[in-house]
């Protein structure tokens, strides 16, 4: 298995990218292709103290998409940078996927453009897992797509569902919609049309839906997929984030006030990190654009080499799993009569 | 200072309510009236092993807003349940301000038509005080509106910007539009339509606006007033408090591992119990329908005797703000020309 790495994307590159797609390699076995430029990948390898091993090569490539790239064009525009080449390549079988720590913008926009989405498949999905008390669950959209329809809704629903299956070794995922009550009258109109559809998928026995589900509760555990809106998806993702970071702050305070509390940091020590760990979202290692044709992982910007370390393991995941086919092997189910007929005569 | 206190609303009414409403009493001097029902309310007075103190009366009313009426009509077709019958005293003088910890949709429906709105005021708001790394923040809205107008979030951030100024005791808050970056040009039409208004507002000295915030950087302590859409809104809210209870879980796990951790636990005993509670927002008492012509609050229906206590006190600093005078003498800078005159045609 092969899987292609932009060694030029995210706040510590190359470096980091680098040592963790090395040590990614040793530790699971994949090969690694990097795109970037060679003589900095190079000179990264050297400062790891290591040697390139066989099974890891470069892919020389003479531009990088910055922050301030405009990220709807940037790989459009920049043909030759680690992100386009990398795309490129995954799209023409040189590789079985693909991870960056770079823009993310840039890298939706740009999976859309050369990989394609799965056919039928209206937008691709940004898909974390998320902690709760429970375990972890699958959030679909986290951001990738702001303004919904209730048909973008239902295919995050099966989509999540399919992922989850795999991500959490589950065969019935509980899937719940993102809203602010219970009820089914609950939400903007967007949910109250897709909790409509969610019902059908779920009566029809294709999800295991249990309705709509508060925040609160879908961190308690109730739910393995939350279905949201990519705009309250990312207030969710963010706000756990937040939090957490409010949490690191207070146990901080907690345990460094004096001696005896310090005694009490010792008697805990490894478990105050594991909280630490588990409230991090990023942690998780690299989260897939679900519904794009091939796989392809958006690791976090500010990765380091353990980050990228668990995103060559979660491509390989990724790669393993066969998502594509079971999303296109579906994809009937997923479509909205009335939109499925729009979008036909629209290409006519 | 008279505070008229709904008995009969929340999970643990009426004793929990009536204790609380005697210890407030008894803790910050205001009188006290119990909406409710007699026997029930001097049934709990001698369950607390109290005597009805002078200045708590009761006002006898026949009938209950249950959980299962229909919020929208609960008060106007239970005339004489304890939260209409309180709704109408504070509209008619004959208390300064109402606290209920019974249904929050009931409650918001029945202050709009009783008490009324402040003129001008589109939609009242539930603005409850959050968390951050820094302190407390105000959340405005965080759930009554789920459908928003680029007005209603100007006003928001107007009543916001004068709430936060008594409740945080800020000379000039900072007010930042919760959103999914900080970009202009992020979010939903609706916020970057009302971006431009705040940005306006800001820029003629009336706000102190620092533009968009994602939930994470709000909980680290950006801004002071974080304006949303009731559904965002609702979404930060109950992460939070999903959050919270994630971290109980794992400290409480963590503590609980061995005898050594259970030592550990016993150095850091107060501060546990500063991180849960800090955590969980109800802690912060009742929270005001910003907007409504006299203060009306919503406690959490499973406040305890200490959250009513705390409400009294909530209550009182309301009464003390004037805060719907202020609304009422800047009501002309919230209100968007274009909708102003829609909504005068509408009038005619």
Redo the contacts between chains.
Sequence with gaps: MKIIIDAMGGDNAPLEIVKGAIQGHKDFGAEIILTGKENEILKAVEDCGERLPDGVTIRNCTEVIEAEDDPGFACRRKKDSSMTVGLTMLRDGEGDAFVSAGSTGALLAGATLFVKRVRGIRRAAMSPLI???AGDAVLVDC?AN??CTPEYLLQFAYIGNFYAKHALKLEHPRVGL?N?GAEESK???LHKDAYILLKEAGDAGHINFIGNV???????GSVDVIVAD???G???L??????????K???K???M?NL??K??????KG??N??KL??DPNERGATPFLGIAKPVLKAHGSSNARAIRNAVKAAMDAVDSRLEEEIASNIELMQVKSEKKEETLAHE
């Design positions: 902690p709760t008390a951001g702001i303004e993102l602010i939400g903007m109109q508060e925040a609160k509760d879908a961190l308690k990519g705009f309250s990312n207030i969710m963010k706000t756990i984030e937040g939090t957490g970071s409010i949490v702050t207070k146990l305070g907690m345990f006030k005896v509390t005694i009490g940091a010792l008697c805990v478990g105050i594991d909280i588990s409230l």
